[in-house]
Antibody
Framework: QVQLQESGPGLVESSQTLSLTCSVSGGSISSSEYHWSWVRQPPGKGLEWIGYINYSGSTYFNPSLKSRVSISTDTSRNQFSLKLSSVTAADTAVYYC???????????WGQGTLVTVSA | SYELTQPPSVSVSPGQTASITCSGDKLGEKYVSWYQQKPGQTPVVVIYQDTKRPSGIPERISGSNSGNTATLTVSGTQAMDEADYYCQSWDNSIVFGGGTKLTVL
């Protein structure tokens, strides 16, 4: 059973870069079967996909965030990471990491971590 | 960019059938997944590839997709089905609908 766990600062200053890491256990991020996503959910609002990285290192991003987002992997630690630059209060959200398969949705999720952007 | 549209809310009486729609341009030509999210919990896939249920999802939850609309149907609705439901599809990237709050009255 794969498990995902987000980690990183819960408070980020406005205009700075948000950095989160997802640690994966019970499965390899190098597997060609899966891709590794970041999804966020502002308080009281819906889900927003941020982007994903696949086994070959190719990345795909939400067009609305593309200019500020990067996702990378650390295969030695079985982790993948998110960086979101120039954050504002609108980036305050619960951030989830998730594992998915093409056309099958995101079947496994971390518990989520709340990141608050302070003025 | 591609958009998926869901009604903000749907209400249903216990034991009745609830239908939640998800609309998008030529959505029937794409695969749709549905997620259930209860308060304070992470989303759970309840339908993938339009009609398939992951193990552990009851048969009273079903999905369909044709034309411009995908539909999630919950038959014999129970109090435990009260949750937010999100559709999701692919258009060179992952796209979520805005979510529908299902209320069991």
């Amino acid at each position: 059973q794969v498990q995902l766990q987000e980690s990183g600062p819960g408070l980020v200053e406005s205009s700075q870069t948000l950095s989160l890491t997802c640690s994966v256990s019970g499965g390899s991020i190098s597997s060609s079967e899966y891709h590794w996503s970041w999804v966020r959910q502002p308080p009281g609002k819906g889900l927003e996909w941020i982007g994903y990285i696949n086994y070959s290192g190719s990345t795909y991003f939400n067009p609305s965030l593309k200019s500020r987002v990067s996702i990378s992997t650390d295969t030695s630690r079985n982790q993948f990471s998110l960086k979101l630059s120039s954050v504002t209060a609108a980036d305050t959200a619960v951030y989830y990491c998730a594992r998915g398969q093409p056309d099958r949705g995101l079947g496994d999720w971390g518990q989520g971590t709340l990141v608050t952007v302070s003025a | 960019s591609y958009e998926l549209t869901q009604p903000p809310s749907v209400s249903v009486s216990p034991g009745q059938t609830a239908s939640i729609t998800c609309s998008g341009d030529k959505l029937g030509e794409k695969y749709v997944s549905w997620y259930q999210q209860k308060p304070g919990q992470t989303p759970v896939v309840v339908i993938y590839q339009d009609t398939k249920r992951p193990s552990g999802i009851p048969e009273r939850i079903s999905g369909s997709n044709s034309g411009n609309t995908a539909t999630l149907t919950v038959s014999g609705t129970q109090a435990m089905d009260e949750a937010d439901y999100y559709c999701q599809s692919w258009d060179n990237s992952i796209v979520f609908g805005g979510g529908t709050k299902l209320t069991v009255l």
